[in-house]
């Protein structure tokens, strides 16, 4: 058995690759970079080839953080504009109560937004009192 | 048609809009704007209970006029509130209807001050009647229109097609598309207590009733436990069917609950009831409500309100 591998690896030893093995070996390699490339996706492409073309481009680190802070206060600003336009009270919907109709609880301090400046602000328009009772139906 | 039913609209809402103010509240907590309607020529607003806070800072604008108002009374059951103006004489109002005649599809007209702007009205058609929606029950039956309303329109009063008014908008339901309706007859249960008594004094009875598979003289609906400390303790008993409470008659569990509504402490009713085969009418004098007796229910000022 051990000469059997003794006489193999001898011969190994003079195995050589023919001489165009080497260039066909590369022309192999480009075509299988090529296909990985086709795979990548289209956005990722776009960017290394803007990369390639202005090799000095670098997106300094500081820029995620300006990008993300801008998108947190558009966020706000849209969602503060959003609540000054809907209508007033826990659409009841009070959520178990949707098709949403909207409700408020009897006290008038749920009513408003808190501020010691009335004059600053415009009025709060009333549209809800309390339609439901939370009493038992059956018991009175 | 459609011409006869705009100038009908146009002069229902001309012959009323005087009538119609806006009430606005101006106190530490913010500045808060409805609407409210004169209720006689004394100066006796409606308006919504969770508009008026305390009553500090009540004011009324009618017209170019801006007038100061008292909180009278806030009912968080119906959510009205009584205000009242002093410093005029006599001041125009609306009839009132009975909200009894209305039926699904009748027209009706809704005057109020949507958010800044000027009275305006609106016009829709009754939708139906509900105790209920999603099985949160209300106090009593209201008035489903199809009437689209804005905010600031709260408290506003809703005219049948003869101008009179038959309700008050207390809520809107998908987005405002349509609104809720106090029918007026509950807005005058709470003026008559406070009228009578000074202050809102809704009735209990002690009883819990339950729905009969099959209808007894009518009714399906029998008393199946009282309150051994309650005020029906010595007139009612379990399997009672009840009949009629006051005028409403009771053909299902709704209608005795809508009927409590009306029921006011201390002052006596007769119930139309059932038993053992016989037919008897039972005066009975009602309690406090618990929520009377937790002190939600406020009467404020002074009592000096003039009765129509």
Known sequence: MNNDVHKLLRLKRHEHPTPDYFERFLDQFHERQRADLLQQPTLSLLWDRMVNAFPDFRVPRLAYASVAAAAIVLSTFILITQEDAAPVGQTFALNDLSPSINVLPSGRGDLRYPTSSQSEFPPHYVLEARPVSYESPYSF | ?308
Not at chain 2, 137 to 164: C, K, Y
Not at chain 2, 226 to 254: C, M, N, R, Y
Not at chain 2, 275 to 299: C, M, N, V, Y
């Open chain 2, 1 to 308: 048609m459609v011409k006869a039913v705009e100038t009908r609209i146009g002069a229902i809402f001309e012959s009323s809009r005087d009538a119609v103010v806006r009430v606005e509240v101006n106190d530490q907590l913010g500045k808060v704007s409805g609407t409210g309607f004169f209720t006689d020529s004394s100066g006796l607003i409606y308006t919504l209970a969770s508009l008026v806070g305390d009553g500090l800072g009540l004011k009324v604008i009618q017209g170019d006029r801006e007038l100061s108002a008292r909180l009278l009374a806030k009912d968080p059951r119906s959510g009205i509130a009584l205000i009242k103006v002093d410093e005029v004489e006599s001041t125009p109002f609306l009839l009132k209807g009975d909200c009894r005649d209305l039926r699904p599809s009748s027209g009706l007209v809704l005057v109020g001050f949507p958010y800044e702007h000027d009275v305006s009205p609106s016009f829709g058609l009754v939708g139906g009647f509900d105790l209920q929606l999603k099985g949160k029950f209300f106090t009593t039956t209201h008035i489903r229109a199809n009437i689209p309303v804005q905010r600031g329109q709260g408290g506003s009063p809703v005219l049948n097609l003869d101008g009179e008014v038959v309700g008050v908008l207390v809520s809107s339901f998908e987005e405002g598309a349509g609104c809720y309706v106090l029918p007026i007859r509950a807005a005058e249960k709470v003026r008559h207590d406070y009228v009578r008594f000074g202050d809102v004094r809704h009735g209990w009875a002690g009883v819990t009733v339950r729905e009969l598979p099959l209808p007894v003289q009518g009714s399906r609906v029998a008393i199946d436990l009282v309150d051994p400390t309650g005020p029906a303790a010595s007139k009612f008993h379990t399997g009672d069917v009840i009949l009629q409470v006051g005028e409403i008659e009771v053909h299902h569990p709704e209608d005795a609950l809508d009927a409590s509504f009306f029921l006011t402490a201390e002052l006596p009713v007769d119930v139309r009831i059932a038993r053992d085969g016989e037919i008897r009418t039972i005066p009975f004098l009602p309690g406090q409500h618990p929520s009377g007796r937790k002190s939600d229910l406020q009467a404020l000022g002074p009592t000096s309100l003039t009765s129509p």
